[in-house]
């Protein structure tokens, strides 16, 4: 039934061996079939043709273990933080008892061992592991995460981030998942920090799942960066958005090593909205790869995505997006653009956006563009005295800029587009 | 001074400018006149610097300097200042932003302090009140949306705060209604100084009425045809260019 051939499938045997007794037994038994059925992604499955994890997953590093020493870890913002790290959740680390009113936090550790179904249910990803080998093995190999509930109706003034950092000096492979449940009406801003403390290779794969309920309004801003050329990390995102709810993603993707994220975005209900914005930074032989599908299950739901790339000397980014609406989904607005400036005649963009319409009444749209800096503005702006490297950037800044046009939060529009002004700066003349 | 020698330009395979032939003394406003296509555009670029022009012979001068060698921000930074015909939207970045870019670039180039913000602000705005351009525009991502009269509005603010030694006004009255043509006019004739000139590039002697010119050249064919005092202006007005064009006309 399960056929095991590489060294790398047996190290991932091994692996669920070591954790099928952490927890979600059956729910962590499910996923293994599934991700053994389909095996590591290769450049065969279309939705990884651009993506050859395979390849980089080769040789798998022994699943991380809790770092033992205390660490102080920069802010970046002004959020309520909690912290997993190194696979493991740190209450310690992580800012419990300033947790506003109508916020409920579990460790995943705690919660899979509890195993109580209805929280299972929430934990759950049947739907997308089917799918997606990453997400199966994500939820067969789960080692500890974070289950955040917010009550229903509950506006919460104070952000909340859910940071993910590796910091081990050993290579280490980790498994974390995250759950946000926002109750009917309940609105939030979510910050997803997936970070390096140190410089070795490590191999992460995350998942966070968020499940908004009827008239529930999130804004999520994920920022991601990595210090290690040969990282390697799949993140995947799973929004369920139900009834009149909305989702606005902003992401800053910041390219170390390898990097697919990965968004699954389901609008569950009529008149629900997604928003999924982002900025991809890549430069030396850093790969980021962003691949979404939003599926339109249900009539008048709109969907927006907007994402710029920008890549420098050997980089490559990936866009892949694709906007299902299924036949009931009538009055379906969908509009997907994908714009990427290449900085350098190395760099390497790929961008494929798609449509798959089953219904008839529906207005979708997308759009790819993949080129050089404007001639015109680079002149314009260089007539006024500014010199070309300085009116590049002001140029590479603005493009980016664009995917965070919508987000209201200033200390984290602030953040981002300072994050984005260093990489600038970092530029080679 | 600047001296525009022998001018010869091209684009691909084909000749644009064909041996052009101007001097512009300091304090002189000399305007240029000359049917759709003749070069007066491919003039200006190639004053402040576009790329995609191949001179293949000639000089420009700017104080006895050849420019035509320097990056166009050198060149703005010797005071080149050219108001587009066509000024380009530039939507991700901010027009204060870009201002404040702009205005330090240049002081920096001249060994000044940079401008401290409220400083800067004060100015941009000083200047913004007097050729009507709004608060809400200056909010704005640089051009973006505006119309083609807002557009060259903002250019002319951008030209009072950059102070050139040397402005070209690329059909600058094109888009703008009677107002503006007037506003943006006093803007420029207050610029007037015995250390500053102007090129004015115009098909019209309406601008020539607010901006009165010391000379006046007709541009046919690549190059300049005839030059005279303002009183050429209205014959121009009155005769059209057929003269010019000798063959080419037929
Ligand atoms: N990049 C280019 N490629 C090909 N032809 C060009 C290019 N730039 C200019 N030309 C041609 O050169 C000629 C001169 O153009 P230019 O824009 O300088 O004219 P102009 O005198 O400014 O005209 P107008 O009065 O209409 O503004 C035109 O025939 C134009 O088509
Ligand atoms: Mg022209």
Known sequence: MIKLATEADAAFSSFFEEMKGQGATGLRQAAWEAFAAKGLPNRRVEAWHYTDLKAALGKPAPIASAQAGMREIARAHDSVRLVTLDGVFRPDLSDLALLPEGVKVQSLREALAQGAPGVMALVASADVQAEDAMVAMNAALMQDGVVLRIAAGVTLGQKIELATYVSSQDVQSSFTRAVVVLGKDAKATIVETAGALTAAPAQDNQALILRLAAGAALDLVTHVSGQSDKLVRVMSLLAHVDEGASLSSYALVEGAGLLRRQIFARLNGEHSKVALNGATLARGRQHADTTLVVDHAFPNGQSRERFRNIIDEQGTGVFQGKIVVRPHAQKTDGVMQSKAILLSDQATMNNKPELEIFADDVQCGHGATCGRLDKDQLFYLMARGIPRYEAESLLIEGFANEAFQGLEDETLRGFLLGRISSWLAARSK | ?250
């Open chain 2, 1 to 250: 001074m600047l001296e525009i020698k022998n001018l010869h330009v091209s684009v691909g395979d084909r000749e644009i400018l064909k041996g052009l032939t101007l001097t512009v003394k300091d304090g002189e406003v000399a305007a240029i006149m000359g049917p759709n296509g003749t070069g007066k555009s491919t003039l200006s670029y190639v004053i402040s610097g576009r790329e995609g022009y191949e001179v293949t012979q000639g000089e420009v001068l700017l104080d006895g300097e050849n420019i035509l060698e320097l990056e166009p921000h050198v060149r703005a930074a010797k005071g080149v200042f050219l108001a587009f015909q066509y000024p380009v939207e530039i939507p991700g970045v901010a027009t204060m932003t870009f201002l404040k870019a702009a205005m330090n670039a240049q002081r920096r180039s001249r060994g000044e302090e940079e401008l401290a913000t409220p400083e800067l602000m004060k100015r941009v705005k000083e200047a913004a009140a007097k050729l009507g351009v709004s608060q809400e525009m200056l909010r704005r991502p640089l051009n973006s949306g505006f119309s083609g009269g807002e557009k060259k509005r903002m250019d002319i603010l951008q030209m009072t705060l950059l102070q050139p030694r040397f402005g070209i006004l690329d059909e600058t009255d094109s888009g703008l209604d009677i107002d503006a043509l007037r506003v943006v006019s006093e803007g420029v004739n207050s610029l007037r100084a015995p250390n500053r000139s102007f090129l004015v590039i115009t098909h019209y002697q309406r601008l020539l009425d607010y901006i009165k010119p010391d000379t006046v050249h007709v541009m046919a064919k690549g190059a300049i045809q005839r030059s005279g005092g303002p009183e050429l202006a209205l014959e121009l007005e009155e005769r059209g260019y057929q003269e010019y064009l000798g063959e080419e006309a037929a």
